[in-house]
């Protein structure tokens, strides 16, 4: 593998799923979250992601 190669290598997912979430005007979305994650923070973190919002704000 060249070094261009592993540069472009994505990470590794262990420890995460694609979990399907509710935004606030019902739309759906599916985004991927540490496993585990409660479908409250599910619903906020994808809202979050659509509304272009840093995380913790």
Same mark, same amino acid.
Do not use: F, Y
């Given at each position: 593998? %060249?070094?261009? =190669?592993? =540069?472009? @290598?994505?990470? *590794?997912?262990? /420890? %995460? =799923?694609?979990? =399907? !979430? %509710?935004?606030?005007?019902?739309?759906? !979305?599916?985004?991927? #979250? @540490? !496993? /585990? %994650?409660?479908?409250?923070? #599910?619903? *906020? @973190? !994808?809202?979050r992601l659509r509304r272009g919002t840093p995380e /913790? @704000?």
């Amino acid at each position: 593998m %060249t070094d261009d =190669e592993q =540069e472009r @290598k994505r990470p *590794e997912l262990l /420890g %995460t =799923e694609m979990r =399907e !979430a %509710t935004l606030p005007d019902g739309s759906q !979305a599916v985004i991927v #979250v @540490k !496993a /585990g %994650t409660p479908q409250n923070e #599910v619903d *906020e @973190k !994808a809202a979050r992601l659509r509304r272009g919002t840093p995380e /913790g @704000k």
